[in-house]
């Protein structure tokens, strides 16, 4: 009978929820880049320092793209040097392709990240290439990785729908999951990239995904567009996700939903982790302070909740 | 019950396994069967925006809005429409306007139109200017009792012990809200025992519904869970409503669980109207069109049109002059 007494959050497959969970941060490298103001060097890395010490276990510090697709991005050598690397703590950098690869080693980093759609018309729209292509693309990186000894995360965009082909089947994302992890990638981030998943959809996909990548190698990048986030990325423990990407006061508006918001908030996430006993590592207040950080040298309002009710009774 | 195998219905404490763990007859019929849709089929959504959301709002909203607003509201499918509330407008200056607001509207034959009556004399009101069904509002905290209606947990109930008699002799269903189900802003954590005795009391009395509130947002999905499962014990799930405020982000994980252990009632209100009076700046009430939004993506019926809904919300966010707090509105209406 143990197991059915398990089933206190409902979930179907009876599975308890994860003790701990890892949060990849993504807010100074997917959520900056979404950002309209352009973030001076150091200003990014006072960012990073401070989550750093908020006890955030992997920071995605910065992406080596050509400064002409991403001048957000352009600083990327300055920011990756200028941090201060908290030991424990991973740094992973965007490289697209063999290229970037080379300029991130170069530049210091232990941890690259690869790319992949699982939407045709998403991948040529978004790095001008198909799937297939990409993927060709993306084993030149794995390949060099390996030999240096560097480790690579994947991220598979579109996995709950595409702002240009609408819904996307499970297999197919089950399928670009696997061509990652077969060629190397030690952990596959799976993205709700315009944020319309809901926990149907997200329990769908996973069990698709699941068949072909161990669950613990597998991540949740989930939007906040519609309001999902929380909801898709609880059904995500569930189903035995131990690791979810989030961005710090909520960073990164969404580009195909103008002034709609874009990534989870991190704060809201640790909140809801907290909240139901799984351990993070991460110190709440310290997040909120980076949150406020980056807030006030924006000049906006972050997309936190749990920030915004801050000022408490 | 009838799938239940039978070496498991002669076991001598089924019932009571039963009664403490009430998803057992589900899990057991998903053994036998195979894993079934874990989420209920049809959701009834109370839509509480033109009460609970605008009580809560600064600005003083004109009564011909507030019609419109529910009027609007009556053509989207949603059944329950939370009208107004016949508290003083001592208390409530923004309902002031009840009788008006309840007399203008044009009263949809599919939907009911609640108004919240916190003792005989609202009550009497209401009824006069045309109430088919009201609102009654507990608390689980003694400290919230005592700040927000000036008495104590026992002598509200004795207070809608005289409503709910009277509704009772002229056939006028009540509904019972329980505030502070997961957390109070004066005493911090409530027990689920708590929730459970209050609960009770007023489902007892005569509401046939209760709705438990997380009136500061502050519960996250495993108090929800534990919460639920404690009240589950005393009161039929079908007699259950959750309604989340959204003001730690929360709001919809924890609607989800609800659903996931039998909730088949949630309360929501349009564009998330109302922040929360104990963290200003907060947003409080879950938006309507988020959670359709969420429901419809699971394949639950609502029999509410999304667009419409937005729409409402547009309307009384331009009247309001202020942001939605929907993320569905936020994503779809063009700026």
């Given at each position: 009978?143990?197991?059915?007494?398990?089933?206190?959050?409902?979930?179907?497959?009876?599975?308890?929820?994860?003790?701990?969970?890892?949060?990849?941060?993504?807010?100074?490298?997917?959520?900056?880049?979404?950002?309209?103001?352009?973030?001076?060097?150091?200003?990014?890395?006072?960012?990073?320092?401070?989550?750093?010490?908020?006890?955030?276990?992997?920071?995605?510090?910065?992406?080596?793209?050509?400064?002409?697709?991403?001048?957000?991005?352009?600083?990327?050598?300055?920011?990756?040097?200028?941090?201060?690397?908290?030991?424990?703590?991973?740094?992973?950098?965007?490289?697209?392709?063999?290229?970037?690869?080379?300029?991130?080693?170069?530049?210091?980093?232990?941890?690259?990240?690869?790319?992949?759609?699982?939407?045709?018309?998403?991948?040529?729209?978004?790095?001008?290439?198909?799937?297939?292509?990409?993927?060709?693309?993306?084993?030149?990186?794995?390949?060099?990785?390996?030999?240096?000894?560097?480790?690579?995360?994947?991220?598979?965009?579109?996995?709950?729908?595409?702002?240009?082909?609408?819904?996307?089947?499970?297999?197919?994302?089950?399928?670009?999951?696997?061509?990652?992890?077969?060629?190397?990638?030690?952990?596959?981030?799976?993205?709700?990239?315009?944020g319309v998943g809901t926990p149907g959809g997200m329990s769908e996909m996973l069990e698709a995904v699941k068949q072909e990548v161990p669950v613990d190698a597998l991540a949740v990048h989930c939007h906040d567009t519609y309001g999902?986030?929380?909801?898709?990325?609880?059904?995500?423990?569930?189903?035995?996700?131990?690791?979810?990407?989030?961005?710090?006061?909520?960073?990164?508006?969404?580009?195909?939903?103008?002034?709609?918001?874009?990534?989870?908030?991190?704060?809201?996430?640790?909140?809801?982790?907290?909240?139901?006993?799984?351990?993070?590592?991460?110190?709440?207040?310290?997040?909120?302070?980076?949150?406020?950080?980056?807030?006030?040298?924006?000049?906006?309002?972050?997309?936190?909740?749990?920030?915004?009710?801050?000022?408490?009774? | 019950?009838?799938?239940?195998?039978?070496?498991?219905?002669?076991?001598?404490?089924?019932?009571?396994?039963?009664?403490?763990?009430?998803?057992?007859?589900?899990?057991?019929?998903?053994?036998?069967?195979?894993?079934?849709?874990?989420?209920?089929?049809?959701?009834?959504?109370?839509?509480?925006?033109?009460?609970?959301?605008?009580?809560?709002?600064?600005?003083?909203?004109?009564?011909?809005?507030?019609?419109?607003?529910?009027?609007?509201?009556?053509?989207?499918?949603?059944?329950?429409?939370?009208?107004?509330?016949?508290?003083?407008?001592?208390?409530?200056?923004?309902?002031?306007?009840?009788?008006?607001?309840?007399?203008?509207?044009?009263?949809?034959?599919?939907?009911?139109?609640?108004?919240?009556?916190?003792?005989?004399?609202?009550?009497?009101?209401?009824?006069?200017?045309?109430?088919?069904?009201?609102?009654?509002?507990?608390?689980?905290?003694?400290?919230?009792?005592?700040?927000?209606?000036?008495?104590?947990?026992?002598?509200?109930?004795?207070?809608?012990?005289?409503?709910?008699?009277?509704?009772?002799?002229?056939?006028?269903?009540?509904?019972?809200?329980?505030?502070?189900?997961?957390?109070?802003?004066?005493?911090?954590?409530?027990e689920p025992a708590k929730v459970t005795e209050v609960a009770k009391m007023m489902y007892d009395l005569g509401c046939y519904e209760i709705s438990l509130g997380d009136t500061i947002g502050v519960g996250t999905p495993k108090l929800?869970?534990?919460?639920?499962?404690?009240?589950?014990?005393?009161?039929?799930?079908?007699?259950?409503?959750?309604?989340?405020?959204?003001?730690?982000?929360?709001?919809?994980?924890?609607?989800?669980?609800?659903?996931?252990?039998?909730?088949?009632?949630?309360?929501?209100?349009?564009?998330?109207?109302?922040?929360?009076?104990?963290?200003?700046?907060?947003?409080?009430?879950?938006?309507?069109?988020?959670?359709?939004?969420?429901?419809?993506?699971?394949?639950?019926?609502?029999?509410?049109?999304?667009?419409?809904?937005?729409?409402?919300?547009?309307?009384?966010?331009?009247?309001?002059?202020?942001?939605?707090?929907?993320?569905?509105?936020?994503?779809?209406?063009?700026?």
């Amino acid at each position: 009978m143990s197991s059915c007494l398990n089933i206190e959050f409902g979930a179907a497959a009876g599975k308890p929820l994860p003790a701990k969970v890892k949060i990849v941060e993504v807010g100074p490298r997917d959520g900056l880049q979404n950002e309209q103001t352009i973030v001076p060097a150091e200003v990014k890395i006072r960012l990073i320092d401070m989550l750093s010490e908020a006890g955030l276990p992997v920071i995605e510090a910065t992406s080596f793209v050509s400064p002409k697709w991403v001048p957000q991005m352009a600083d990327q050598v300055e920011v990756m040097q200028g941090i201060h690397k908290k030991p424990g703590v991973n740094y992973p950098v965007l490289t697209p392709n063999l290229k970037g690869f080379q300029a991130a080693v170069k530049a210091g980093a232990q941890e690259v990240a690869i790319f992949g759609a699982a939407s045709e018309l998403f991948s040529k729209k978004n790095i001008n290439c198909s799937v297939e292509e990409s993927l060709q693309r993306f084993e030149e990186v794995t390949k060099a990785a390996k030999a240096q000894g560097v480790l690579v995360r994947g991220y598979v965009s579109c996995v709950l729908g595409c702002p240009y082909e609408g819904k996307v089947s499970p297999e197919k994302v089950a399928h670009v999951a696997k061509r990652l992890y077969a060629m190397g990638c030690y952990e596959i981030s799976l993205g709700d990239t315009t944020g319309v998943g809901t926990p149907g959809g997200m329990s769908e996909m996973l069990e698709a995904v699941k068949q072909e990548v161990p669950v613990d190698a597998l991540a949740v990048h989930c939007h906040d567009t519609y309001g999902q986030a929380l909801a898709n990325i609880l059904v995500a423990l569930q189903m035995g996700i131990s690791v979810v990407d989030s961005s710090i006061a909520g960073l990164g508006g969404c580009p195909y939903a103008k002034g709609a918001s874009g990534n989870v908030a991190t704060e809201d996430v640790v909140y809801m982790l907290h909240g139901l006993g799984i351990q993070t590592g991460v110190d709440l207040h310290k997040l909120m302070d980076a949150g406020a950080f980056i807030c006030q040298f924006l000049n906006r309002r972050t997309s936190s909740k749990v920030s915004q009710a801050a000022c408490k009774l | 019950m009838g799938s239940i195998p039978s070496a498991v219905k002669h076991c001598l404490s089924y019932e009571t396994l039963a009664q403490d763990y009430p998803w057992l007859a589900r899990w057991l019929q998903e053994e036998k069967y195979g894993a079934i849709c874990e989420f209920p089929k049809t959701v009834k959504i109370v839509e509480v925006g033109p009460r609970d959301g605008l009580q809560n709002e600064k600005e003083m909203v004109p009564t011909e809005v507030k019609i419109q607003l529910i009027n609007m509201l009556s053509e989207t499918g949603l059944p329950v429409i939370e009208a107004t509330s016949f508290v003083s407008f001592k208390w409530v200056p923004q309902m002031a306007d009840h009788v008006d607001v309840l007399k203008g509207i044009t009263k949809s034959p599919h939907v009911k139109y609640p108004v919240l009556t916190p003792n005989l004399r609202g009550y009497q009101a209401a009824v006069e200017a045309g109430a088919t069904e009201v609102a009654v509002f507990g608390s689980a905290s003694e400290t919230f009792s005592k700040k927000n209606i000036n008495c104590s947990i026992k002598e509200s109930m004795l207070r809608f012990k005289e409503v709910i008699s009277s509704a009772k002799q002229a056939g006028i269903p009540v509904r019972g809200y329980v505030s502070c189900a997961l957390g109070c802003p004066y005493e911090g954590h409530i027990e689920p025992a708590k929730v459970t005795e209050v609960a009770k009391m007023m489902y007892d009395l005569g509401c046939y519904e209760i709705s438990l509130g997380d009136t500061i947002g502050v519960g996250t999905p495993k108090l929800m869970a534990n919460m639920l499962q404690s009240v589950m014990k005393e009161i039929p799930t079908s007699a259950l409503a959750v309604h989340c405020h959204d003001t730690h982000g929360q709001a919809l994980a924890n609607i989800l669980i609800a659903l996931q252990m039998g909730i088949s009632v949630v309360d929501s209100s349009v564009a998330g109207l109302g922040g929360c009076p104990y963290a200003p700046g907060a947003s409080g009430n879950v938006s309507t069109e988020d959670v359709v939004y969420m429901l419809h993506g699971l394949g639950i019926e609502t029999g509410v049109n999304l667009s419409k809904v937005i729409n409402a919300g547009e309307f009384i966010c331009q009247a309001l002059n202020r942001r939605t707090h929907s993320k569905v509105a936020q994503a779809t209406v063009k700026s």
